[in-house]
């Protein structure tokens, strides 16, 4: 059905507002405004933080510790093919229960159910403990250069610390809650060209096959057991994403081969010792090459205490749901919070759609997510 007939519901109405805004990374479009002028009405202090072409905001209430943080992003990855879409991706639509729009899994519901989960707590406990805060950025899925990272040098320069992080990326794989991210692995990307010497295939003795010279050293990387995880970690993955080298011609030797790979590590071993041994087994296997490293996160991991224990209590009481605890997936902008000594924890909708044609969200789990949220406060600042 279209939008006229959809149920209502503060958290619904909210997220239709959002999803409506065509918030392309790195553009904020006017959702960060919808945000800050709700929570403006109940308190908060809103400090704009532009840098470069991303918006992001910081939000406060309250000036004492601790501090409950939501986290988030505006910004929403491309739509893709608009004739594969079964409508408009941004003009929302409920259709079987389920409100589809780029940006309904990842992650416009979650600030939707933010603020009113917010709202519903201040005016039950406007004399709460602590601060609440929101650091909202339009760079999440771009190159995460000048949002969440930015925001927290700014924090960090006048010591304003986050006791306990809530970000809202879609954590959910079968229902509501049945799973958090307390932590993420490391990412670390290897940029590696390998020299050789161009030639004729009929003449290999007056070429250098960069392919030929680099492949056990090669085969020695995708077969190297790099640690064996832990409690919360799976084992260190490594993954060649591109390789490629020649002109095209069958008779001509490349003379330069350049493969892309990558690391999801676990705290088990550092980026440094990634690199180590990864130039260990190169330089054994005489190959000449040029590489360049990039670090895309550390990996980071939020024990079991006073936020995995919140979030765990409030998913029970409004789901029925023993929630599991996950390091898997991708990154997020956690890995720019918890180094600073903030507990970080995700919990959002499912993610069975995200940034897919057709994203979509179950509207039966808008409001109960709102709930959670608000328990969480409750849970954490209810004096």
């Known amino acids: ?10 958290t619904l109405d909210l997220s239709l507002q959002l999803l409506r805004q065509p918030s392309v990374t790195p553009v904020d479009h006017d959702c960060q405004n919808i945000m800050a002028e709700r929570l403006k009405k109940v308190g908060f202090n809103i400090e704009n933080m532009r840098f470069e072409d991303v918006d992001n905001i910081w939000a ?4 004492e510790g601790p501090v409950f943080c939501f986290a988030g992003h505006t910004d929403v990855v491309p739509t893709g093919n608009l004739d594969a879409w079964n409508s408009d991706p941004f003009l929302p639509e409920i259709r079987d229960g389920k409100l589809y729009g780029r940006g309904s899994a990842d992650m416009k519901t979650a600030l939707a159910a933010m603020v009113v989960a917010t709202e519903r707590f201040v005016e039950k406990y406007p004399d709460h403990k602590g601060s609440i805060a929101y650091l909202i950025t339009s760079d999440e899925e771009g190159p995460s250069i ?4 930015k925001v927290i040098q700014a924090l960090e320069a006048r010591n304003e610390k986050i006791t306990w992080c ?3 990326e879609p954590s959910s794989t079968n229902k509501l809650g049945d799973i958090v991210k307390n932590g993420r692995r490391g990412s670390l990307n290897a940029n590696l060209t390998v020299k050789g010497k161009q030639g004729h295939v009929a003449y290999p003795h007056l070429a250098v096959n960069p392919i030929h010279t680099a492949s056990k050293a090669i085969a020695e990387l995708c077969e190297t057991v790099w640690d064996n995880g832990n409690e919360y970690f799976p084992a260190t993955s490594f993954q060649i994403s591109n390789i490629n080298a020649g002109t095209g011609a069958t008779n001509v030797v490349p003379g330069t081969m350049n493969l892309l790979c990558n690391w999801r590590y676990s705290t088990e071993v550092t980026a440094d010792e990634l690199k180590a041994r990864t130039l260990e087994v190169l330089d054994r296997h005489g190959v ?6 990039t670090l895309s996160g550390l990996p980071f991991l939020t024990p079991v205490g006073e936020l995995v224990n919140a979030a765990k209590d409030a998913i029970r009481d409004v789901t029925g749901t023993e929630t599991e ?7 997020s902008d956690g890995r720019f919070i918890a180094p600073t000594g903030a507990q970080v924890l995700e919990l959002g909708v499912l993610n069975a759609t995200i ?4 994203e979509h969200v179950d509207i039966a789990d808008l409001e109960p997510l709102a709930e959670i949220y608000e328990k969480i406060l409750i849970n954490l600042l209810a004096n």
């Open 355 to 358: 940034h897919q044609i057709n």
């Open 60 to 63: 406060r209430k309250g000036t």
């Open 146 to 149: 000048n949002g969440t990272v």
């Open 288 to 293: 000449e090459y040029d590489i360049q490293w």
């Open 1 to 10: 059905m279209n939008e006229s007939h959809m149920t209502s519901s503060a």
């Open 325 to 331: 605890l996950s390091t898997s997936g991708g990154t």
């Open 166 to 168: 809530l970000v809202g």
